[in-house]
């Protein structure tokens, strides 16, 4: 975020940077008008949505555009239930405006603190294999292009556009909102508890397949993993929330609070991790809840972290987390952060890690305190072997020379962005690195 002194670093403290300007726009013509000036100073241009990607993606060292303000509701579609929302719209605004119209986002990621455009442009996903990440619910965007031309993409506009541009990595030009399908309001039944961490494991794909959205948490040095299986029912169906006080110990546990002291005593004595951790696995997550499908889905994260994650093709995802449990238990590493296991469905988008595969994500973690790199490194290397492909937003290390193996249509993405960026007007530094200069 944009700090007085005009320093912007991201949620993770992983990157921090001072633009030569900010600026706040409010309106799609103000946005021109700030693509135009940059331009005209020969300077890049770049908006941030919420910074909470790990990657060095939003920094923005020429002009940063800060879209808070150009945010809510253009307008629904109710006949086909569409919801077309300004590009910087926080995710946790947007069911208080789609409840009216009784709509929902069809799948949402852990937590709803992005804006909807920067979620969209680092491929943000949830878990559920009938689902795909929430590019998938894109049917229209409209873009700011480096000429400062107002570029429709819809059904009649342009429509082979939109796999590129519903995820485009904030490469391609400046959203100014997108359109959204919608599904029925609904609810979620969660079931969330302890397991065997083997048995879990051995018929993953199996309980992918069943249920509606299905994930597990694993706490190194535990053979415990903490499952969650979530239902979707009726937006009428009965529900039974969680209490104020079951949500006050979720946060205390595993958001807020008695993490970051177990974070931070881990840091100061890491013998005391693996004894921490299985505490922590057997007080966390043993219940059953129903809510709204926005209550359900999103968590909140209080504990900073550091985080990177990999998409595998959905056949070798039990390999490839077997294969990371080994790694972990063979190191001398104490691990404080759980290890999360999820899937999605197949999909369409340019570069999209779910590209054409149905796949499974594993996503690590470390307290943002600690030193990521030993761990993370080596948990890429397993990644890359099963074919995997990073979360954009998300720490590794690949640059495009290797990408452009991993995703088929890498090259039409490069192709287009010299279509509508041919001077590079929304480059950084990041971008470089992983599209090629
Ligand atoms: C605590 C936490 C939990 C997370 N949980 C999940 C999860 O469950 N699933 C998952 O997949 N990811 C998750 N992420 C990653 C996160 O969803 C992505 O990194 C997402 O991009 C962050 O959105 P943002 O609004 O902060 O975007 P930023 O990080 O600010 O920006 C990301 C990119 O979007 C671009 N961008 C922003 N606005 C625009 C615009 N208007 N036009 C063009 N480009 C734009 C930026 O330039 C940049 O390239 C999590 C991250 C954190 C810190």
Same mark, same amino acid.
């Given at each position: 975020m944009?700090?007085?002194?005009?320093?912007?670093?991201?949620?993770?403290?992983t990157?921090?940077?001072?633009?030569?300007?900010?600026?706040y #726009?409010?309106?799609?013509?103000?946005?021109?008008?700030?693509?135009?000036?940059?331009?005209?100073?020969?300077?890049?241009?770049?908006?941030?949505?919420?910074g909470?990607?790990?990657?060095?993606i939003?920094?923005?060292?020429?002009?940063?555009?800060e879209?808070?303000?150009?945010?809510?509701?253009?307008?629904?579609d109710?006949?086909?239930g569409?919801?077309?929302?300004?590009?910087?719209?926080r &995710?946790?605004?947007?069911?208080?405006?789609?409840?009216p119209?009784g709509?929902?986002?069809a799948?949402?990621?852990?937590i709803?603190?992005?804006?909807?455009?920067?979620? &969209?442009s680092?491929?943000?996903?949830?878990?559920?294999?009938?689902?795909?990440?929430?590019?998938?619910?894109?049917?229209?965007?409209?873009?700011?292009?480096a000429?400062?031309?107002?570029?429709?993409?819809?059904d009649?506009?342009e429509?082979?556009?939109?796999?590129?541009?519903?995820?485009?990595?904030g490469?391609?030009?400046?959203?100014?909102?997108?359109?959204?399908?919608?599904?029925?309001?609904?609810?979620?039944?969660?079931?969330?508890?302890p397991?065997?961490?083997?048995?879990?494991?051995?018929s993953l794909?199996a309980?992918?397949?069943?249920?509606?959205?299905?994930?597990?948490y694993?706490f190194?040095?535990?053979?415990?993993?903490?499952?969650?299986?979530?239902?979707?029912r009726?937006?009428?169906?009965?529900?039974? #929330?969680?209490?104020?006080?079951a949500?006050l110990?979720?946060?205390?546990?595993i958001?807020?609070?008695?993490h970051?002291i177990?974070?931070?005593?881990?840091?100061?004595?890491?013998?005391?991790v693996?004894?921490?951790?299985?505490?922590?696995?057997?007080?966390?997550?043993?219940?059953?809840?129903?809510?709204a499908?926005h209550?359900?889905?999103a968590?909140?994260?209080?504990v900073?972290?550091?985080?990177?994650e990999?998409?595998v093709?959905?056949?070798?995802?039990?390999?490839?987390?077997r294969?990371?449990?080994d790694?972990?238990?063979?190191?001398?590493?104490?691990?404080?952060?759980?290890?999360e296991?999820?899937?999605?469905?197949?999909?369409?988008?340019?570069l999209?890690?779910? +590209?054409?595969?149905d796949?499974?994500?594993i996503?690590? +973690?470390?307290?943002?305190?600690?030193d990521?790199r030993?761990?993370?490194?080596?948990?890429?290397?397993?990644?890359?072997?099963?074919?995997?492909r990073?979360?954009?937003?998300?720490?590794?290390?690949?640059d495009a020379?290797?990408?452009?193996?991993?995703? #088929?249509?890498?090259?039409?993405?490069?192709?287009?962005?010299?279509?509508l960026?041919?001077?590079?007007?929304?480059?950084?530094?990041?971008?470089?690195?992983i599209?090629g200069?």
């Open positions: 944009t700090r007085p002194g005009g320093v912007w670093q991201n949620w993770a403290r990157e921090k940077i001072r633009p030569q300007v900010v600026e #726009p409010t309106t799609v013509e103000a946005v021109r008008r700030s693509v135009r000036a940059a331009a005209s100073r020969g300077r890049a241009v770049k908006a941030v949505g919420s909470h990607s790990f990657t060095g939003a920094a923005a060292p020429g002009t940063l555009l879209l808070s303000e150009l945010s809510g509701l253009v307008s629904v109710r006949e086909r569409r919801a077309r929302l300004l590009a910087g719209t &995710l946790y605004r947007v069911p208080a405006l789609l409840a119209y709509l929902a986002m799948n949402l990621g852990d709803d603190r992005q804006s909807i455009a920067g979620a &969209l680092t491929g943000t996903h949830g878990t559920g294999l009938r689902f795909g990440g929430l590019a998938t619910q894109v049917v229209a965007a409209t873009l700011i292009t000429d400062a031309q107002v570029l429709t993409v819809d009649d506009n429509p082979d556009l939109l796999p590129a541009v519903a995820l485009g990595l490469a391609l030009g400046i959203l100014v909102d997108v359109t959204l399908q919608c599904v029925p309001a609904f609810t979620l039944h969660a079931q969330e508890r397991e065997a961490l083997d048995g879990v494991v051995d794909v309980r992918a397949e069943d249920a509606d959205h299905f994930e597990f694993w190194p040095h535990t053979d415990v993993a903490l499952t969650k299986t979530n239902t979707r009726a937006a009428d169906a009965p529900t039974s #929330p969680l209490s104020s006080a949500r110990v979720d946060d205390l546990i958001g807020n609070g008695v970051q177990v974070c931070s005593a881990g840091r100061a004595a890491p013998a005391l693996p004894g921490i951790n299985r505490l922590s696995a057997r007080v966390w997550g043993d219940r059953e809840f129903s809510d499908s209550r359900v889905f968590t909140s994260r209080g900073r972290f550091r985080e990177m990999y998409a093709p959905l056949g070798r995802l039990t390999e490839a987390f294969a990371v449990q790694l972990v238990d063979e190191r001398q590493w104490r691990i404080e952060f759980p290890i296991v999820r899937v999605a469905a197949g999909d369409d988008r340019w999209s890690t779910a +590209h054409g595969r796949s499974g994500y996503a690590v +973690h470390r307290y943002w305190r600690a990521h030993d761990y993370f490194g080596a948990v890429e290397e397993i990644m890359l072997a099963h074919e995997g990073p979360h954009w937003g998300k720490l590794h290390t690949l020379s290797v990408l452009r193996h991993r995703y #088929p249509r890498f090259d039409d993405f490069v192709a287009l962005r010299d279509r960026d041919p001077t590079r007007m929304f480059r950084n530094s990041y971008l470089d690195r599209l200069a």
